[in-house]
């Protein structure tokens, strides 16, 4: 049994399943759209929450939110359920698979088979969609995001991968459906620009003695990471920095940790609204984009040196103060733009 | 970012279903999503990631052959897997954990055990008690 589900690729997992869902149902909305109509651009860069004991760096918001966000602003009526036991996560799953129904699921990545092994790492916070069971084998077909096809997974390795444990939260079987959608979708225009001034508040509102979120945040990290080689040694340092790239490249940000993605956004924001302005914010948060590369190339330089390229904490640390200042501004003059 | 910009440097991903999706402006200034075979940038930060993690490996590896400590805390590392988390897949409590940290104890666990561990860092009970090379 399988769904005729259009299995389309996307930069991250969470907008990537609730778009694959929602045009399942006939709606057709992008990822970008999904991603920028729920306010998900954010920075944070939080010493107190540890990852492989060093310091968590995000660019977007937190994990989850992205979904509730969007079904409430579209209007799609969502069911969440968690579980103690496996058994009956397994059993509801597929009852709401054979009514018709993709069901999507919060897992961890570590026990995924698909997973290159050097991907595998204790985080519980990735999206999948199921959308079939295989009669032979009794494996379940899966729509993920970042996989370029459909896969498919045993009954055993879902069951682990849904009840993923401790790293950042453990899971609890956590899955979602979609169970009623609007007749229509309502007017987009006012939507986008509520959810423009949502973004820029969530990104400029943090008072100054606030360092961990926001615009705030990028210049917070760029003073630390001159203190990271006298603090903890070089190698330590190496360590670190190449976990603030990872967050910034690797786990499905469309590039530049989702400012491409808001970019994109941004132009179709411009189209829907008609606010022509809006596709100067998106050339400006390009170049921002730009930027983040280019601190990301030469961090890489400061880990892994090559001849004739020798970058020091001190030059990343200015892009970094740079970034800061350019975030701050752009998101205080967009809000007026909108 | 332009399209022609977005990098294709395969290294990860080779022989997975998984790629990245990039977001680049075209020739018109028009956002389009791309798919990329990775950025040598993100390949240098997780080989310096996964590097770590075969040093720390192979520290433990030679305290092994030392006999200073059972293939448990090495099989662990390899998975990262600190003492909590194995704790929290296998049911074990993290002081009997410890405990197998110990050769002289390991070596006489019972197939149930050794099980228990195997599955939850994925190897066979054979490679759980062979040294690798």
């Not at chain 1, 973004?199 to 360092?211: D, E, K, R, V």
């Not at chain 2, 997975?16 to 798919?35: F, H, M, P, Q």
């Amino acid at each position: 049994m399988e769904l005729t589900f259009d299995h389309k690729p996307a930069a991250h997992c969470e907008n990537g399943v609730i778009s694959n869902m929602l045009r399942f149902y006939g709606f057709n909305i992008s990822e970008p759209m999904i991603f920028g109509l729920a306010s998900g651009l954010f920075f944070s860069h939080m010493p107190f929450v540890k990852m492989s004991g060093m310091a968590v760096t995000s660019f977007r918001t937190f994990p989850g939110v992205l979904f509730s966000r969007i079904s409430k602003l579209l209007g799609f009526k969502i069911h969440t359920k968690r579980y103690l036991r496996e058994e009956k996560a397994i059993a509801d799953m597929e009852k709401i698979l054979f009514s018709g129904k993709p069901v999507g699921c919060v897992v961890g990545m570590y026990y995924l088979p698909y997973m290159p092994m050097e991907y595998r790492f204790h985080f519980n916070g990735h999206n999948i969609c199921i959308i079939g069971k295989e009669e032979e084998t009794g494996n379940y077909i899966v729509s993920d995001p970042n996989a370029m096809q459909k896969v498919t997974i045993s009954k055993r390795d879902l069951i682990k991968v849904r009840f993923a444990k401790g790293g950042t939260y453990p899971l609890l079987g956590q899955m979602y459906w979609i169970e009623k959608t609007p007749k229509q979708l309502p007017d987009l225009a006012p939507l986008i620009r509520k959810a423009i001034k949502k973004n820029c508040w969530l990104m400029t509102s943090q008072p100054s003695w606030l360092p961990y979120f926001g615009a705030n945040g990028i210049p917070f990290l760029g003073k630390r990471i001159l203190k990271w080689e006298s603090e903890m040694g070089a190698r330590k340092a190496a360590l670190n920095l190449a976990q603030v790239i990872r967050m910034l490249e690797e786990i499905g940000t469309g590039g530049a940790g989702f400012r491409y993605m808001y970019g994109a956004f941004l132009q179709e924001a411009a189209e829907i609204t008609g606010i022509q302005e809006l596709n100067e914010f998106s050339k400006r948060i390009t170049e921002i984009g730009d930027m983040w590369r280019d601190f990301a190339y030469k961090s890489a330089r400061i880990f892994k040196k090559r001849q004739g390229e020798q970058y020091s904490y001190e030059e990343i640390s200015a892009i970094l103060m740079k970034i800061g200042e350019l975030e701050a501004r752009f998101f205080r003059e967009l809000k007026e733009a909108v | 970012m332009k399209v022609d910009e977005v990098p294709q440097d395969l290294k990860y991903f080779e022989n997975t279903v998984l790629r990245d999706v990039a977001y680049a402006v075209d020739e018109n200034g028009k956002y389009t999503s791309v798919i990329s075979d990775g950025w040598s940038v993100k390949n240098d930060a997780l080989e310096l990631t996964m590097d770590g993690i075969y040093e720390e490996c192979e520290e433990i590896r030679q305290r092994v052959l030392a006999g200073e400590t059972s293939l448990l805390e090495y099989y662990a590392a390899k998975n990262i897997m600190d003492v909590d988390l194995l704790s929290d897949y296998t049911g074990i409590s993290k002081r009997t954990i410890r405990k197998h940290f110990d050769p002289k104890v390991f070596s006489q666990l019972d197939r149930e055990t050794l099980e228990k561990y195997a599955d939850a860092l994925r190897i066979t009970v054979e490679q759980l008690t062979t040294i690798p090379e």
